[in-house]
């Protein structure tokens, strides 16, 4: 079996791409990790999983295992996964990759493009719970999302003619929030309303229907973006259709003098704009801060300036911008070097041409 780890494909996780797979589905003829094995129980009628140096092997099922192996079972499961649809690493949720093995070995939909229906079709309708945007009450919403219209859009009653909010395709994210949301089916979505981030936290009690909302997004935004920029290859266009957030967590902040005592606050770093909130599920941050390039002015620093007063935790971050410097502080050093790792990426990347436009709606708030 160890010999077999060694053929080309063997030395990853057949689902999620973990190295040094230790398990194996020896129906399936795969080589997976732990975490996936564990998923793979979920299929027990499909797929039976053994640990690779902890069982006995029968010599027939290292046979079968040597003629199989995850690049022959990649070109029969995975033979047109649509270049929207999302492929978890094994840093993803439980659902997603839950979903994904689902898909390829117990529904087949990458064998038959008719099995893709619910994500491809560029049309879905169905309810999710929505979080109340006031109470934090979770109600049963509909939600339209069509490729024509370019939008995704909710209904406060299931009668309604007029939707409660249009979220326009080209604004939004969603982004799988199992922890925050506080269920394993909790999906966050966002949009840009008035320039501004809208939180729209959702779940449905169905993780695939979840998925293929998800999924659906994903399809509408790609099928978007390939008219907005029709000569951009797809290495460039998919890192582009949904987002996970570069970093999120609590920090202290000041105000713009730098003499108001420091408050405690929910941060989150989605590409170039870090958001604070007072809660987590916060519909509405309460103010953002564009993070520019270093070629613009924008750089940072590990400290806050020496007479700084009014913070709690020790560990400071400042983030000077062509019009004023942002202060910080983390409640840990570990804290405080993974914040500046996060910026520092975002600084040291050069601007695009479409990010000059939301640096002059930032410089020209009131």
Known sequence: ???????????????????????????????????????????????????????????????????????????????IVPAFFYQPKHKDCMLLREQWIRAKYERKEFMSVERQE????????????????????????KFILSEREGVLKYFNKHDAREPKAIMKINTVNATFQPTKIGTPHG??????????????????????????????????????????????????????????????????KTGPKHTEGFKKRWFTLDDRRLMYFKDPLDAYARGEVFVGSKENGY?????????????????????????????FACETEESQNDWMFEFQTVINRPMLPQEYAVEAYFKHKP
Not at 199 to 218: C, K, L, P, S, T
Request: charged share 20%.
């Open 1 to 79: 079996m160890n010999q077999l780890l060694g053929k080309p494909g063997n030395g990853e996780c057949a689902d999620c791409g973990a190295a040094d797979p230790e398990w194996a589905s020896y129906t399936l003829g795969v080589f997976v990790c732990q975490s996936c094995s564990g998923l793979h129980r979920n299929i027990a009628q499909i797929s039976k999983v053994k640990s690779l140096l902890l069982d006995p092997w029968s010599s027939s099922e290292v046979e079968f295992m040597d003629s199989a192996g995850n690049n022959a079972a990649k070109a029969k499961y995975e033979q």
């Open 118 to 141: 619910p994500y491809s079709a560029g049309y879905r309708e169905g309810f999710l719970w929505k979080r109340g945007r006031d109470n934090g009450q979770y109600l049963s919403r």
């Open 187 to 252: 999906l966050q979505i966002t949009y840009l309303k008035d320039n501004s981030t809208r939180n729209v936290f959702v779940y449905h009690e169905d993780g695939r229907e979840m998925v293929d909302w998800f999924n659906a997004i994903r399809a509408a935004r790609f099928h978007y973006l390939q008219v907005a920029f029709p000569v951009s290859p797809l290495s460039v266009l998919l890192p582009m259709l949904t987002r996970n957030y570069a970093r999120e967590g609590y920090m202290e």
């Open 299 to 327: 750089s940072l620093l590990p400290e806050l300036p020496a007479n700084t007063q009014g913070y709690h935790w020790q560990f400071g971050i400042t983030i000077v911008t062509p019009e004023r410097n942002f202060l």
